[in-house]
């Protein structure tokens, strides 16, 4: 038996598998992510290493593989738990070993540590004071200085004396070689945590999230580990209950990991933990240092830190003794990484869970159809909580349809009825958010006059606008040239709607100039401190009206507001994609839930040209069972996921004739290990002459494609994708791997990037 084993991953140099034979001691007791001790160069130097894999075959020399010397029985076992995750997350979702060590172990270097110097008095009193009197008499001031500050404070800061007191380093290595005092050093970690004060205020929780910490509790006393589903209305206070089950876990020993979408719900999320678990909370987010970033890690590593929070990323956090996962808002898509090895958080926090004994517990207003279908099976826990923390009702939601609104004159993008809200608010010095719903955006074409959408007669997706004036169909590479009359009503008002943050901004100042508008998207946001600036000058009542994109509906407690504006419900409703049915409905029902969360009760417009969409309807009645009954029969009908699995196989290519080819031979291979039998490419090129690898009586997947994906060019680099559907996620990781024996013995392959992608979440 040998192991594939990657040599102190902290060197780029060393960025490749080897391969060493398993000694027979060894074999019942070596495992993947173990770390080992091997001879490694010309020298044999004793070397540690990370096995990856196991097999039975070897691509070397068999006479020139060394063999494994132990197993180191002091190696890291969290770095062991992580590697082994890595090859896991390989065989789930594609890539080379390499890149998945990468995403779990990303930090390859060490950082300068940061030292705290300080000063130490080590004569006694009496001595002090005499030598105070001997640097006085020689008219030492800068020594007598010095002396007084250590026998009023026996420990001083460098800095403190080297900038506060005008003391220079030869004085203090003077008083150092006279024996007066010596310099200690500590490190000291960065921490990206603004301090705040904890707070002693006792949380008085409602029966409903009550019934969902005694679950939760119950469970983990038992030793069971469950994954979660709370599913709680916006407001009904779901971090509350997360924070007390971090409690019950931190309370035996262990620590918790909190998911969050996006960096902009940092600085709210943060400062509610730090207020209830005080210093042993941290952040992970890509906008810290490396140097921050690095002591954050060693901090969990050491078991400094109890909790850590960040994006997606801070799943890898090198914590001890992990006991739960949580993962806020898991609906949304960007907990599913667009780098290979394309991983999805959900899935790969529950494996990392099952691999340590933790728990995971997933929280959504809106939860991801493939949550909730897994809830309803059985494999997930479903908790409930159906009201509001404080008894607050629901907004009120006002649906407008801007089809009216253009016939009676008004083409401004603020509907009447906004405006009038608006008004009202403004006079008694209520706060307001709007929304503009640009999630997605890939130009369709609708009707102003009917609503009417081109969609693409083969695939119930819309057709896109491409520059050369066609609209073509992402799934299935149907084309047809533009139109410019509705084809439903035969009107002229018919193409994309284009409008920005920023338009919306000027918009709002001109029909409300008294008004104090602040703005948060991508533009405004792109200073490291700028998330919390705006939000705290908007929590502070420093402005009335707050115009952004999605980063300001998701999480964020403003309870002055009191009226929500969603301004184009459409741009997400019909982008060329299977879920923008549910990702409209989540937007929908997370932006009306910032209304009314305080004492006052909240409105919410939505302004739309399809009122009468599912979506649409269900998210102004908030009624989340009536939109997931609805949009699971369509994904059962159409063999989408959650229902069945789909791989996005993408394919890259400077050249567009080998672009091409190469995509008809995946496609034919792909048809083959399907179980659809040979079409017309050379069978000389299958890697194994086997039988197609279906068994008998298993359903055929489904070959679609290959079509454009959305932009078929970027950068001179020709793209297509290539869909497989498949009823079992097993069926497609089967295929994914023929096809990567396919491509690696196939030199055409080559010169093209193919990346897998499962499950996709954008298109």
């Not at 678990?277 to 941290?282: A, N, P, Q, T, Y």
């Not at 908790?383 to 004159?409: F, I, Y």
């Not at 533009?482 to 409008?499: D, K, L, M, N, W």
């Not at 869909?723 to 096809?739: F, G, N, Q, V």
Request: charged share 30%; glycine share 8%; with cysteine.
């Amino acid at each position: 038996m040998f192991a594939d084993i990657i040599i102190d991953i902290k060197h780029e140099k060393l960025d490749k598998i080897f391969q060493y034979r398993i000694p027979e001691r060894l074999l019942e007791e070596l495992e993947i992510g173990m770390e080992v001790l091997v001879p490694f160069g010309k020298g044999n130097r004793r070397t540690k290493g990370y096995v990856t894999g196991i097999s039975e075959t070897c691509d070397y020399d068999l006479s020139k593989v060394k063999e494994i010397e132990d197993i180191s029985r002091e190696g890291v076992e969290i770095e062991a738990k992580l590697v082994a995750l890595a090859a896991w997350m390989k065989e789930n979702y594609g890539g080379t070993m390499i890149q998945a060590l990468k995403t779990v172990l990303p930090i390859k270097q060490k950082e300068n540590a940061r030292m705290k110097r300080r000063l130490c008095l080590i004569l006694s009193e009496e001595e002090g004071k005499r030598k105070l009197e001997f640097y006085l008499e020689k008219n030492q001031k800068a020594r007598a200085r010095l002396m007084a500050a250590l026998l009023d404070d026996k420990v001083l800061d460098y800095e403190l004396v080297t900038k506060k007191l005008n003391i220079t380093l030869p004085v203090i290595r003077a008083l150092e070689e006279q024996g007066v005092l010596e310099i200690r050093e500590e490190q000291v970690y960065r921490n990206p945590v603004k301090q705040a004060e904890r707070s002693g205020k006792k949380i008085i929780f409602t029966e409903e999230q009550m019934s969902a910490i005694r679950r939760f509790r119950q469970d983990y006393e038992k030793g069971i580990r469950n994954t979660y589903l709370l599913y709680g209305v916006t407001g009904s206070g779901k971090t509350e209950v997360y924070m007390e089950m971090i409690r019950a876990v931190v309370d035996m020993g262990k620590q918790a990991i909190v998911l969050i979408p996006e960096i902009a719900l940092t600085y709210q999320t943060v400062m509610r933990f730090y207020r209830n678990f005080g210093d042993r909370v941290s952040i992970m987010n890509s906008r810290l240092s490396p140097g921050e970033r690095y002591d954050q890690m060693m901090r969990a590593k050491n078991g400094e830190v109890d909790v850590m929070i960040g994006p997606r990323s801070a799943l890898f956090t090198p914590f001890p003794d992990l006991g739960l996962i949580v993962i806020d808002e898991e609906h949304e898509p960007t907990y599913k990484s667009e780098q290979t090895p394309r991983y999805h958080a959900r899935e790969t926090a529950v494996r990392r869970a099952q691999m340590e004994g933790a728990g995971v517990v997933l929280g959504s207003a809106t939860p991801s159809l493939e949550a909730m279908y897994r809830a309803k099976k059985g494999e997930y826990v479903l908790l409930e909580m159906k009201n509001r923390s404080r008894m607050q009702r629901l907004a009120d939601v006002h649906t407008v349809d801007l089809r009216e609104e253009l016939r009676e004159g008004n083409r401004s993008i603020l509907s009447r009825k906004l405006q009038g809200l608006m008004e009202e608010r403004l006079g008694k010095k209520e706060q307001i958010m709007l929304f503009l719903n640009r999630r997605g955006y890939s130009g369709f074409v609708s009707c102003r006059e009917c609503g009417h959408v081109v969609k693409c007669p083969h695939c119930s997706v819309s057709l896109s606008v491409h520059r050369d004036g066609t609209m073509r169909c992402h799934y299935c590479g149907y084309a047809q040239p533009r139109v410019t009359v509705c084809p439903e009503c035969g009107s002229r008002h018919i193409g994309e709607f284009r409008a920005g943050t920023q338009q919306i901004e000027d918009i709002v100042k001109e029909r409300f100039p008294g008004a104090r508008v602040l703005r948060m998207d991508m533009d405004t946001t792109r200073q490291k401190d700028s998330y919390e600036k705006i939000l705290s000058a908007f929590a502070n009542e420093e402005a009335d009206i707050l115009v952004g994109t999605q980063m300001i509906v998701k999480g964020h407690d403003f309870p002055n507001v009191t009226l929500v504006g969603v301004l184009a419900a459409d741009m997400s409703l019909y982008t060329d994609d299977y879920r923008s049915g549910e990702r409209t409905f989540q937007l929908l029902t997370q932006a009306v839930g910032r209304a009314g969360r305080g004492d006052r009760h909240g409105e919410a417009v939505i302004q739309t040209y399809s009122p009468e969409h599912y979506a649409v309807v269900t998210a102004a009645a908030q009624d989340y069972e009536a939109f997931y009954e609805q949009e699971i029969s369509y994904r059962d009908l159409m063999g989408y996921p959650p229902v069945e699995h789909l791989l996005a196989v993408l394919i890259s290519c400077e050249d567009e004739g080998l672009l091409d080819k190469g995509c008809r031979y995946l496609r034919e291979y792909a048809l083959r290990v399907s179980g659809h039998g040979w079409g017309t490419a050379d069978r000389r090129t299958d890697p194994d002459g086997r039988e197609p690898m279906l068994r008998s009586g298993q359903e055929k997947a489904e070959v679609i494609g290959p079509a454009s994906p959305g932009i078929d060019k970027v950068k001179d680099i020709y793209r297509r994708v290539l869909y497989i559907k498949a009823p079992e996620y097993d069926t497609l990781t089967e295929i994914k791997d023929r096809l990567e024996q396919y491509i690696e013995i196939n030199s055409g392959f080559d010169k093209m990037r193919i990346q897998f992608d499962f499950d996709p979440m954008g298109i």
